[in-house]
C-alpha cells in the first residue's frame, strides 16, 4: 500500500469529529467519563480522562476562524494565532515557548475556518503551569512591530510553502473560492496574498480584543487527570480572566441557490500527473438535519474511502484507467460544507475519460443507491473509529473541541453512535439524489501547460 | 488507494502557526526520550522461539502491533531501483485465496489497519485491530507475508502508482532538492539512490523480482516485533508463530559497502520556477552505538531540533522572518549517519539564509552550547520521552526502534541518566567533531546570489 503518511493525514481530516461518544460499554476508562461545564466568567471546560500515562493534552479553542474575518482582512485569524506566541506583559518574549520546550512538552496551534485553536501537551504535572500562561495570553497579549514585521514575513512563506509553490494547492484554493458564491469559506484560512501583505498589528490587536475572551472559548483537557482536579485549576486559572467582550453569534452570509455547474482549470509546466476533483456544496453537522451528516459521512466512506470504495475499484482496479480515486466529505462546519471526489489518470487516459467514470459511478449511486453489505462495511468501520480513537488523548481532544465549537453539543456528541447506527441505505440514495448536484458543484482540472519550456536545469 | 490530492487540499484548509518538521522528514528520532515511569515492557519468547516485546494494557479494547524486517531499499538491485517500495505496496493487494479487492474487503470489514513500508534499511509494517478481530487481523497479515500473489493487475497498479508519484515528485522541489542531497552524498552508494527509484528502472521491475526480494527479506532472523494492548503473552505468542513462523530462518542479504560522505562544503543549485526556494543541508552524524551519541543528540537539539527554540528557529524565522520552518535532524544507518535539514525561503533571501544556517553551524563547531542550553536541553529531552508513549502504536513503534537500534529492554530506566551525564566538555568535543567539517547544501528554485560550487569554492 502506497503513502501511508498521506492517507493518515486524509484519515485524521475526513474522519467524523464526533465519534467519541459516551461509554463504548467496554468498561474502558477513557473517554467514557467526559466530564463538562461552564465556568461563572462563560468558559466551557471539557475534560476527557485517560490514566493510562501520566501525560495531559492541554487545548484551548476560540470560536474565532477565517471565515469571521471582515473582508479584505483575509489571513487575520491565522496571523493573529501565530502572533499569540510573541508574549504578554507578564510572560514577555517567547516566555511560554522557551518554557514549554524547557519541561519537554510539545506545543502548537492552528486555525481553520471556524475556530483557532492552541495547545500543549506535557506530563501531568506541569497543567497548571500551562493553563497559566495560556489563560494569562487569552487578554494580555503585547505586539510590538518589531515582533510583528518578521511574524508577517513567516506568514508570507507559510503561504508560498503551502500553495504558492504547489500547483495542486492553487487549485484547491480557486476552486474553494469558486465553491462559495457568497460565504466566506471561499476565501483562504492562511489569506490572499496582497491582504496579508497589508494586516498590521493594529488590525491584529482589533481582531484579538473581539474575539479572545473567556465567554468565546472552549477549554478542553485530556489525559491523566480528573474532572475535579481540572475543575479547581481552571477556577483559579481561566476563571480569573474577566468578560472583556460580549460575543455575537456567528451569522455569516449564506449561499444562494447554486444553479450553474463551475469549472476551473489551472495549468502549470510543472504539474506532471494531471488530475481532476470536484467539490460538491453539502450541509455540515451543524446545519444538517438530523442523520444527515452521519448519512453523507457514509455515503462518501461507500463512495470514495480506501481500496473497496466504489471509486478507487471502479476507476483504478476493474478500469484500470486512473492511479487514483477517492471521495471525502468534511462534516465539521459552522455552516454548509463540501464533499469532494477526485481521480488523477494512469498514462495514457484523459482527463475527460476519468471525468466520465466518476460521473457514471455517482449517476449509479444516484440510481440505485448503496448495497447493504457496502453500507454495513461501511458503518462497522467508522464506528471502529470509535474505539481506535479512545487509544488517543490528543485525538480525542481534537475531536471534541472541533465538534463542540462547530455548535454540536454534549448530547450530540454522545449519541453519534446511535445516529450512525440508524441510517438506513434509503438514506443514503434520497442523500445522494439531493446532494450530489452537478449545479451545486465545481470541478478543477489540473493539466499540464502545454507549450511551455521545461523549465528546469 | 493515492489520497495524495486530498492530503493538499486540506493544508489549504488549515494553517498552522508552527511546522515542527517542515519540509523535512527526518525518520528515526523516535527513539529518544524517556519518562522515568510508566510502560513495563516484557520480552516473550513464542513456543515456536521468536522473540517479541510486548505491554499489556486492557484499557482499550484493542491490539498494536509494530514489526521490522533488516531489508529495506539498500537491497534493490542497482538497474532496479523501486523494488523494495514497489513489493511492499503490492504484499496487501492479493493473497492466499484472496485476490486484492477481497482482501481489502476482509480488513475493512474488520477494521483492521494494516500498514507496509520500506525505508532506506528496512521493511517496517504495523497492524491495529480490535481485540475481537484479532484472529483474523494476524491470519491477514501472515498471507500478505507469506503466501502474496503479485497478480499482473496488482503489479501494473503498484506501478502506475509509483510512477506517478515520481512524476509528480520530478517538479517537486522539496523532492528535487532531498534527492539531489542524497546523490551528492552518496555517489554510487545505495545511499544516494532514490529510494522509490526512477522512471526507467521501475518499469524493469517484474512480478519475478517481488517474489525473490520478498524472499530474500522477510526472514526471522533480523525481525523485530512489539505487541501492545489487551492481549496476554500466550496468546500473542501463538499468533506470531502462526504469522512469521513459516518464514525463512535467515535472510539474505547483500552487504552494504562501507562508504563516507562526499561533497562537504559543496553547494548545488537546481533550477525550477517556483517563488520560493526549498534548501537541503547536511553534514556528518553520529552512530547510535557511538558513546557521544547522546551528547550528539544534545547539541543538535540546541541548533535546530524539535523545539521552537533551537538557534536556527531563532535566527532564520523569529528574529529575521525568513522562513515558516527551519529544523536539523540526526538519522543513522548501518555504514553512515548524518544531520540532515532544511529550509524554504523567498528567492532574494536564499544566499542570506543559507549563509546564517552556515554561520550558527561554525559557532556551534567552534564554541559548543552554553552552560544555559545544556541544562534546558536535558530538561526537554528527558520530559519529552513520556509523549511518544501515550498510544499503543506509538508504545509499539517505540520498542521496535529500541530493537533495532539495539539499545536493550531497559532503556527507557536508563535514559535519564544518560542524559545527565552529558558535560559540556562533551557537547563542545562532538560539536567539533559532526559540524566543524562543513555542509552539503543543495537548493531548488530560483534563489539570488546563490550559485552552485565544489567543495574548494
Not at chain 1, 15 to 28: K, V
Given at each position: 500500500m502506497l503513502h501511508a503518511m498521506r492517507r493518515t493525514v486524509v484519515a485524521l481530516a475526513t474522519?467524523?469529529?464526533?465519534?467519541?461518544?459516551?461509554?463504548?460499554?467496554?468498561?474502558?476508562e477513557t473517554g467514557s467519563q467526559v466530564s463538562y461545564f461552564t465556568l461563572a466568567n462563560g468558559l466551557e471546560v471539557v475534560v476527557i480522562p485517560d490514566?493510562?500515562?501520566?501525560v495531559v493534552t492541554h487545548m484551548i479553542w476560540y470560536?474565532?476562524?477565517?471565515?469571521?474575518?471582515?473582508?479584505?482582512?483575509?489571513?487575520l485569524a491565522h496571523f493573529l494565532e501565530h502572533l499569540l506566541?510573541?508574549?504578554?506583559?507578564?510572560?514577555?518574549?517567547?516566555l511560554f515557548s522557551r518554557t514549554v520546550a524547557t519541561i519537554g512538552g510539545a506545543e502548537n496551534a492552528f486555525t481553520s475556518s471556524d475556530y483557532t485553536a492552541y495547545f500543549q501537551r506535557t506530563t501531568r504535572d506541569r497543567l497548571k503551569l500551562m493553563m497559566e500562561f495560556e489563560s494569562d495570553r487569552m487578554t494580555g497579549l503585547v505586539l510590538t512591530d518589531d515582533v510583528v514585521r518578521p511574524e508577517l514575513k513567516v506568514v508570507l512563506e507559510e503561504r508560498n510553502s503551502r500553495v504558492e509553490n504547489n500547483p495542486a494547492a492553487r487549485l484547491a484554493e480557486q476552486m474553494e473560492a469558486a465553491l462559495f458564491?457568497?460565504?466566506?469559506?471561499?476565501?483562504?484560512v492562511i489569506g490572499w496574498r496582497h491582504e496579508i501583505e497589508q494586516l498590521t498589528r493594529e488590525d491584529a490587536i482589533a481582531f484579538y480584543r473581539r474575539f479572545y475572551t473567556p465567554n468565546n472559548a472552549i477549554l478542553v483537557v485530556a489525559g491523566d487527570v480528573t474532572a475535579q482536579e481540572v475543575r479547581q485549576l481552571a477556577e483559579e486559572t481561566y476563571g480569573?480572566?474577566?468578560?472583556v467582550a460580549e460575543v455575537k453569534p456567528r451569522v455569516r452570509p449564506q449561499e444562494p441557490e447554486q444553479e450553474a455547474p463551475r469549472t476551473i482549470t489551472l495549468s502549470d509546466p510543472r504539474v506532471t500527473q494531471q488530475s481532476i476533483s470536484r467539490y460538491y456544496l453539502v450541509p455540515s453537522y451543524t446545519t444538517g438535519q438530523k442523520g444527515m451528516a452521519e448519512t453523507l459521512d457514509l455515503m462518501a466512506h461507500i463512495l470514495g474511502?480506501?481500496?473497496?470504495?466504489r471509486l478507487y475499484q471502479k476507476?483504478?482496479?476493474?478500469?484500470?484507467?486512473?492511479v487514483g480515486a477517492g471521495a471525502s466529505y468534511?462534516?465539521?462546519?459552522?455552516d454548509h460544507t463540501r464533499i469532494t471526489v477526485y481521480g488523477a489518470p494512469r498514462p495514457g487516459t484523459s482527463l475527460a475519460q476519468i471525468e466520465e467514470a466518476i460521473d457514471a459511478t455517482i449517476a449509479e449511486l444516484i440510481e440505485k443507491g448503496v448495497r447493504q453489505e457496502e453500507l454495513e462495511r461501511a458503518r462497522n468501520r467508522i464506528i471502529a473509529d470509535f474505539v481506535y480513537a479512545q487509544d488517543n488523548q490528543s485525538s480525542l481532544a481534537r475531536w471534541y473541541g472541533a465538534s463542540l465549537i462547530t455548535g454540536m453539543s454534549m448530547e450530540q456528541i454522545r449519541t453519534w453512535q446511535d445516529r450512525v447506527r440508524a441510517v438506513t441505505a434509503d438514506d443514503i440514495h434520497n442523500a445522494a439524489r439531493q446532494w450530489?448536484?452537478?449545479?451545486?458543484s465545481v470541478t478543477g482540472y489540473l493539466i499540464r501547460q502545454s507549450g511551455s519550456r521545461d523549465d528546469r536545469s | 488507494m493515492q489520497t495524495f490530492q486530498e492530503a493538499c487540499r486540506r493544508a489549504t484548509r488549515f494553517a498552522s502557526?508552527?511546522?515542527?518538521?517542515?519540509?523535512?522528514?527526518?525518520?528515526?528520532?523516535?527513539?529518544l526520550a524517556a519518562p522515568a515511569h510508566a510502560v513495563k515492557i516484557e520480552r516473550v519468547v513464542s513456543p515456536g522461539g521468536i522473540e517479541f516485546w510486548m505491554v499489556r494494557d486492557a484499557t482499550v479494547p484493542l491490539i498494536s502491533v509494530d514489526f521490522a524486517f533488516r531489508g529495506?531499499?539498500?537491497?534493490?538491485?542497482e538497474d532496479k531501483g523501486g523494488l523494495a517500495e514497489m513489493t511492499v505496496a503490492t504484499?496487501?493487494?492479493?493473497?492466499g485465496e484472496l485476490d486484492g479487492t477481497a482482501f481489502h474487503e476482509r480488513l475493512e470489514r474488520h477494521a483492521i489497519e494494516l500498514q507496509l513500508r520500506a525505508n532506506r534499511e528496512h521493511l517496517r509494517g504495523t497492524l491495529r485491530t480490535l481485540k475481537v478481530n484479532q484472529d483474523e487481523a494476524f491470519n491477514l497479515l501472515r498471507l500478505a507475508l507469506n503466501?502474496?500473489?503479485?497478480?499482473a493487475a496488482a503489479v501494473e497498479r503498484s506501478r502506475a502508482q509509483i510512477v506517478a508519484n515520481l512524476r509528480r515528485q520530478s517538479t517537486n522541489p522539496n523532492s528535487i532538492a532531498s534527492r539531489n542531497w542524497w546523490a551528492a552524498a552518496f555517489p554510487g552508494h545505495p545511499y544516494g539512490r532514490?529510494?522509490?527509484?526512477?522512471l526507467e528502472s521501475v518499469a524493469r521491475i517484474t512480478a519475478d523480482d517481488m517474489r525473490d526480494y520478498a524472499r530474500r527479506v522477510?526472514?526471522?532472523?533480523?525481525l523485530k516485533i512489539a505487541v501492545v494492548g489487551d492481549i496476554d503473552p500466550e496468546a500473542a505468542g501463538r499468533h506470531i508463530d502462526r504469522t512469521f513462523?513459516?518464514?525463512?530462518?535467515r535472510p539474505q542479504l547483500h552487504p552494504i559497502p562501507a562508504t563516507s560522505m562526499q561533497g562537504l562544503g559543496s553547494r548545488a543549485v537546481f533550477a525550477l520556477n517556483v517563488p520560493q526556494a526549498v534548501v537541503t543541508f547536511g553534514g556528518v552524524g553520529i552512530a547510535r552505538?557511538?558513546?557521544?551519541f547522546m551528547a550528539a543528540y544534545i547539541v543538535n537539539h540546541i541548533l535546530g531540533?524539535?523545539?521552537?527554540?533551537s538557534r536556527l528557529y531563532r535566527e532564520v524565522?523569529?528574529?529575521?522572518?525568513?522562513?515558516y520552518g527551519v529544523n536539523a535532524g540526526l538519522m543513522w544507518f548501518e555504514r553512515a549517519a548524518m544531520l540532515i535539514g532544511g529550509t524554504a525561503t523567498r528567492a532574494e533571501s536564499t544566499a542570506e539564509t543559507i549563509e546564517l544556517i552556515e554561520n550558527e553551524f561554525r559557532k556551534m563547531a567552534t564554541e559548543g552550547p552554553t552552560e544555559d542550553e545544556l541544562a534546558k536541553a536535558k530538561t526537554y529531552l528527558k520530559g519529552a520521552f513520556a509523549l511518544n508513549l501515550d498510544t499503543s502504536s506509538k508504545i509499539a513503534a517505540q520498542l521496535v526502534q529500541m530493537q533495532i537500534d539495539d539499545l536493550g529492554i531497559d532503556y527507557i530506566e536508563r535514559r535519564s541518566a544518560m542524559i545527565d551525564a552529558v558535560t559540556l566538555a562533551d557537547t563542545r568535543r562532538v560539536a567539533q567533531r559532526l559540524l566543524g567539517s562543513g555542509l552539503l547544501v543543495t537548493v531548488v528554485g530560483r534563489p539570488k546570489g546563490v550559485t552552485s560550487r565544489g567543495p574548494g569554492g
Open positions: 474522519l467524523p469529529l464526533m465519534l467519541l461518544a459516551g461509554s463504548s460499554g467496554h468498561g474502558t490514566r493510562r500515562t501520566p470560536r474565532v476562524g477565517s471565515a469571521d474575518e471582515t473582508p479584505g482582512k483575509s489571513g506566541f510573541k508574549g504578554t506583559k507578564k510572560n514577555p518574549q517567547g458564491l457568497n460565504h466566506p469559506y471561499g476565501r483562504p480569573q480572566v474577566p468578560r474511502r480506501g481500496a473497496n470504495s476507476l483504478v482496479v476493474e478500469a484500470g484507467i486512473a468534511y462534516g465539521t462546519a459552522l450530489l448536484d452537478k449545479r451545486r | 502557526a508552527r511546522l515542527g518538521t517542515f519540509p523535512l522528514t527526518v525518520a528515526a528520532l523516535l527513539a529495506g531499499t539498500v537491497q534493490d538491485p504484499l496487501d493487494e492479493g493473497a503466501e502474496p500473489r503479485f497478480e532514490p529510494s522509490n527509484g526512477t522477510l526472514a526471522r532472523e533480523t513462523g513459516a518464514l525463512p530462518a552505538k557511538d558513546p557521544d531540533g524539535g523545539s521552537f527554540t524565522r523569529e528574529i529575521r522572518g525568513l522562513a
